[in-house]
């Protein structure tokens, strides 16, 4: 009886002393983690802005396009063309929201790179959404072109 007991005790006591080490090195882990500069923050020279102040049309990018044009509007070689200075993102805004709507098949060069896949219609995107993601994509990743008005797309979607 008093074996057992003894027994216990001691299980008890080192299976606490077992939970406290494993507790304690999680802990050294999660504050070596937490002692590492962050660095992008410390050398931006100004403090991140609130999301409130992003291009409408990033947030539908990420959505609807980042999946195959990837982040930086790259895309990937040989099978999504990149977003990028030389695409077709410069090309008339009519063009565009039709890409958009309608989709894309066919042969597509871009930067001497020939594209031959299909880019399936993003019809879900309602009319703001496909002005602020056209403008959103002719202002970054290096593009500098007009931003494509709500009401062009309306027109276009009408078949106007
Ligand atoms: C499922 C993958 C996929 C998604 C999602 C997608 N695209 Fe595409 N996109 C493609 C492919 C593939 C092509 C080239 C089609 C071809 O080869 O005929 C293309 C072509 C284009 C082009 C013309 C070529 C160029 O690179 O300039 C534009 C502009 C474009 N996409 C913009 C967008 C925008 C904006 C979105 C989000 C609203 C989007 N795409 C979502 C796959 C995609």
């Not at 894309?104 to 009319?127: F, W």
Request: proline share 8%; glycine share 8%.
């Amino acid at each position: 009886m008093n074996r057992i007991i003894k027994q216990l005790i001691f299980s008890v006591v080192s299976g606490v002393f077992v939970i406290s080490y494993m507790n304690s090195n999680g802990n050294e882990k999660a504050e070596a983690v937490r002692s590492e500069p962050p660095v992008k923050e410390i050398s931006g020279n100004r403090p991140a802005e609130p999301a409130a102040k992003e291009h409408p049309g990033k947030a539908v990018y990420i959505k609807y396009c980042l999946v195959c044009h990837q982040a930086s509007g790259s895309g990937v070689p040989g099978m999504f063309p990149p977003l990028k200075k030389g695409s077709w993102v410069g090309k008339d805004p009519k063009e565009l929201v039709l890409i958009i709507t309608k989709g894309l098949s066919g042969k597509v060069e871009v930067n001497g790179e020939v594209y031959k896949s299909a880019m399936p219609p993003q019809a879900q995107l309602t009319d703001k959404e496909i002005a602020d993601v056209l403008s959103y994509v002719r202002s970054d990743f290096g593009n500098s072109f007009k931003p494509v008005d709500v009401e062009l797309v309306k027109k276009v979607r009408s078949g106007k």
